[in-house]
Structures are given as C-alpha cells and as structure tokens.
C-alpha cells in the first residue's frame, strides 16, 4: 500500500495563492495518474486535476487557468499550485495514487484549504 501525506494548506485570502505538497512513500516514475481531488462541508468528493505518468494533465473546468499540477519523479512528490483563489476552493485537499484503471488507489489524509477575506 502506498502511503501519501498531503501539506501546504491553510487560510489565504481571496486573490491569494498556496501550494499544496503531496510526498508519496514510494517511487511514482511508473503510477498511471497522480491527482488532486477536494471535499467541501456537506458535498462529495470532487476530482480537480490528474497528471499522467506520460505528462498529461487534465483538471476540471472551475480551475482551469488557475491552478496547476506538477509530479516530481525523483522526489516522489505531486505538487497542485493555486493561483487566484475564491471562497468556493474552500475544501479539504486530497492526493489520490491511482497505479491502474481499473482501481480507485490510494488516499492520503486531506489537508485544509481555506480562502476567506
């Protein structure tokens, strides 16, 4: 089982930008997607952005243009930096290690986003 610990939330203002921090347990050159997904009080989960083990990115259309996942192969480590930030990003932030399609993988435990003037 993989093991993934998630830093680098906390409370900014709206406008404001954090990076979030994903270390994973063990090497990630060979895991088919690395992503990012958020939870929100009193909604589901929701996806926010992948990246392939080839490079290809994808995030959902309410941050495109804002936010931006990176993976570091060598530091075994995923990174979501998020610019221009509104209340409605306000979410616990979790890293997902999906090693196929044909699992959901491994979560790390959320770290707390908040923006808030």
């Known amino acids: 089982q993989v093991q993934l610990v998630e830093s680098g939330g906390g409370l900014v203002q709206p406008g404001g930008s954090l990076r979030l921090l994903c270390t994973v347990s063990?090497?990630?050159?060979?895991?088919?997607?690395m992503g990012w997904y958020r939870q929100a009080p009193g909604k589901q989960r929701e996806y926010v952005a992948t990246?392939?083990?080839?490079?290809?990115?994808n995030y959902t259309d309410s941050v495109k243009g804002r936010f931006t996942i990176s993976r570091d192969n060598y530091r075994n480590t995923v990174s979501l930096q998020m610019n221009n930030l509104k209340p409605e990003d306000t979410a616990v932030y979790y890293c997902?290690?999906?090693?196929?399609?044909?699992?959901?993988?491994?979560w790390g435990q959320g770290t707390q986003v908040t923006v808030s003037s």
């Open positions: 063990r090497n990630i050159a060979t895991i088919w997607t």
């Open positions: 990246m392939t083990a080839t490079a290809v990115r």
């Open positions: 997902n290690s999906r090693p196929s399609p044909f699992t959901l993988g491994d």
